[in-house]
């Protein structure tokens, strides 16, 4: 059974920090590009970041870039996601997520497993 599991969202004020971590298992770690997207009510979905173990490729959004970073065990199946100098426009319910096609993954948002997300809300 594939599962992405993530933890570490809570609760936070502004310009805080924050690591979600993403479990993996079920399938094989290194044949897929992992990353985040988020969710905030009355907003799009929102393609974070993404690692991808085939060719390390690594991307970061222009709305967090310089203040999140990703990174990833494979001698664990984790992949984390570093937030520092959070914002209020940072709040949302944050989704690990696992693609074997990173433009699939990323520029068509359709990942092949998605986690249960997780909340993170950021205080000003």
């Known amino acids: 059974e594939v599962q992405l599991v993530e933890s570490g969202g809570g609760l936070v004020q502004a310009g805080g920090s924050l690591r979600l971590s993403c479990a993996a298992s079920?399938?094989?770690?290194?044949?897929?590009?992992i990353g985040w997207f988020r969710q905030a009510p009355g907003k799009e979905r929102e393609g974070v970041s993404y690692?991808?173990?085939?060719?390390?490729?690594?991307y970061v959004s222009s709305s967090v870039m310089g203040r999140f970073t990703i990174s990833s065990d494979a001698a664990k199946n984790m992949v984390y996601l570093q937030m520092n100098s959070l914002k209020p426009e940072d709040t949302a319910v944050y989704y690990c997520?696992?693609?074997?096609?990173?433009?699939?993954?990323?520029?068509?948002?359709?990942?092949?497993?998605w986690g249960q997300g997780t909340q993170v809300t950021v205080s000003s």
């Open positions: 079920g399938f094989t770690f290194s044949d897929y590009a």
């Open positions: 997520v696992a693609g074997k096609r990173p433009f699939e993954l990323w520029v068509l948002q359709r990942p092949d497993y």
């Open positions: 690692i991808g173990h085939v060719d390390g490729e690594r």
